[in-house]
């Protein structure tokens, strides 16, 4: 087989596209300031960079363009331009893909199947839907026959530079499955960020997910059944490598850092990860902190588990709380949450200098609205500092969504939807018009000035997570009541562009499009303006 050098091509472009998902009117939601890179983009770089070493790609410069739809419009024109230079290969990846975008990457790669670009997409909502399906669904279906090269699973340990060679010799196949065997990833590439990785977000947080997988077996989750019940985990001498060039990269300015691992505390190396970290702060003196996701039995298993990530640098942890109600955690199969110990464990972690956060799922069998209101009460009386809420959608992946199939229960048609902030499947207890609402008062609930106020004051004689915690509130509040959006799909001032809206719905013309936009951006100051009001009375 010819080396691409041989084939006549001295340039390998390869274009990686987070894609957003629709607003209700049909625009891609996007934002002029974002809040967190995408780890996805910043992982998949990595893999493509490491290609390079591959032997069929020779001497060919491989150039890695990533494109993060949050904060940016596509460049479709640029990359068509770029496809027709002589010399010139490239290829389209619409990554780490979940349910609610799915219909938006198909309508990207629409763009470039035209022109002979092949398009690849993956991520969770593939890898899902095939993992619990079992079978080519309809979306699926579609999907390859408009020409979009479908994979699942998990592309490390030489597979992505396996699919990229298979693209380029036309040999590639319309659907990779590498969910039966998962890769290690002990020694998988990892990258670095510089300072111009940061560019268009509020805050230069950076990413890097430690471990892969899951030991419980909640129904809603997808985790167990794309990246396995079994923990796989990343070198922490390399983890923690990457802290500390981008530390010096960004000329100091990256000293946060997310470790999005769905339960880090399952991680069989966090000891090893904690005490390098702990070295990096009180030997090299880099002030890293870290906010992580770990599970609410993690004390009782790991003893000193909280203690550590302390000294570590954990700031912020993430519990997937779920509910407060006994009946809902057994029916989810969520039984190491223990309701009465919620209390002490976010006590002792405030105690430590963490702040702890709460995800919390509306519309469980057990639901109501009222009693989804008394366990607002109940989150806010044991004392988490902030809350995430979402409403139960039947993702791909979840036992729930593979039960709920076989049932013919309803879901809703439109993957657009299945963004934990619509609702996208029928709730037992109320209907959907109540869980619609009761979704759009809990936010309301939680956030009062009253309880903002209350968990401030505990922190008033620590600056920094004083602040850190206002700036949180701010761009939660403004995600949820200005935007009407989700904190995690949403950063500060959304932006639309005439030309790329939903191709079901019609063109606006020139002079409607910027009379909704003029509406639009006078209600957003207003929102704005009483949400500072809001905040400045929290503050005082």
């Known amino acids: 087989m010819?080396?691409?050098?041989?084939?006549?091509?001295?340039?390998?472009?390869?274009?990686?596209?987070?894609a957003t998902n629709y607003t209700d009117d049909g625009y891609?939601?996007?934002?002029?300031?974002g809040v967190i890179r995408s780890n996805t983009l910043t992982q998949m770089r990595a893999l493509v960079e490491d290609a390079a070493n591959h032997p069929f790609f020779g001497q060919v410069r491989i150039n890695v363009r990533v494109v993060d739809e949050a904060i940016q419009r596509v460049p479709v024109e640029e990359i068509l331009r770029l496809s027709r230079t002589p010399g010139v290969r490239l290829i389209v990846m619409v990554v780490g893909?979940?349910?609610?975008?799915?219909?938006?990457?198909?309508?990207?790669?629409?763009?470039?199947?035209?022109?002979?670009?092949p398009v690849l997409i993956g991520g969770f909502h593939v890898s899902g839907m095939y993992a619990m399906i079992h079978t080519l669904t309809a979306d699926l279906r579609a999907a390859l026959m408009n020409g979009i090269i479908l994979v699942a699973g998990e592309v490390e340990g030489g597979r992505l530079a396996n699919i990229m060679q298979d693209v380029l010799v036309d040999e590639a196949q319309p659907f990779y499955d590498f969910l039966s065997e998962l890769p290690d990833l002990k020694n998988a590439p990892v990258a670095c960020l510089n300072a111009g990785d940061f560019k268009g977000y509020a805050s230069p947080f950076g990413t890097e997910d430690t471990s892969r997988g899951c030991l419980f077996a909640c129904k809603f989750c997808t985790i167990i059944n794309v990246q396995g019940k079994t923990m796989r985990y990343r070198d922490p001498t390399r983890v923690v490598q990457v802290v500390r060039d981008t530390y010096f990269r960004t000329k100091r300015k990256v000293t946060h850092w997310f470790f999005p691992d769905d339960n880090i505390a399952r991680n069989p190396s966090w000891r090893d990860l904690f005490a390098r970290l702990t070295q990096l702060r009180e030997v090299e003196g880099i002030p890293v902190t870290f906010m992580m996701q770990a599970d609410l039995a993690a004390k009782k298993s790991n003893g000193d588990f909280f203690e550590l990530a302390a000294r570590a640098g954990c700031v912020q942890v993430f519990f997937g709380l779920e509910t407060m109600n006994p009946l809902n955690l057994r029916a989810q199969g969520k039984f190491q949450n223990q309701v009465p110990e919620y209390e002490a464990l976010v006590r002792h972690c405030n105690a430590l200098g963490i702040t702890c956060h709460a995800g919390y799922i509306i519309g469980l069998d057990y639901d109501t609205p009222a009693s989804v209101q008394l366990d607002i009460q109940g989150l806010q009386e044991i004392g988490f500092n902030s809350a995430s809420f979402y409403i139960l959608t039947p993702l791909p992946g979840s036992e729930d969504h593979q039960d709920w199939w076989k049932e013919r229960r309803w879901m809703h048609p439109d993957f657009n939807t299945y963004d934990s902030n619509h609702v996208a499947v029928a709730p037992k207890s109320m209907t959907?018009?109540?869980?619609?609402?009761?979704?759009?008062?809990?936010?309301?609930?939680?956030?009062?000035?009253?309880?903002?106020?209350?968990v401030l004051k505990g922190w008033q004689k620590d600056r920094k997570h004083y602040w850190g915690q206002l700036f949180f509130y701010a761009w939660y509040l403004y995600a949820s009541r200005v935007e009407k959006l989700h904190p995690m799909n949403c950063g500060f001032w959304t932006v639309?562009?005439?030309?790329?809206?939903?191709?079901?719905?019609?063109?606006?013309?020139?002079?409607?499009?910027?009379w909704h936009e003029t509406k639009r951006a006078v209600q957003r100051v207003v929102g704005i303006g009483k949400l500072f009001l809001q905040l400045e009375e929290v503050w005082l």
Request: aromatic residues 12%; glycine residues 4%.
């Open 28 to 33: 891609p939601i996007r934002t002029k300031v």
């Open 97 to 117: 893909v979940q349910t609610n975008q799915f219909p938006r990457a198909q309508d990207i790669a629409a763009c470039f199947l035209p022109y002979g670009i």
């Open 432 to 454: 959907v018009e109540e869980l619609a609402q009761t979704h759009r008062n809990v936010w309301e609930w939680f956030y009062s000035t009253e309880h903002m106020a209350s």
């Open 2 to 18: 010819k080396t691409l050098v041989e084939s006549g091509t001295r340039q390998l472009e390869v274009c990686l596209i987070r």
């Open 496 to 514: 639309r562009n005439r030309h790329d809206r939903r191709p079901m719905f019609a063109k606006e013309s020139f002079v409607g499009f910027w």
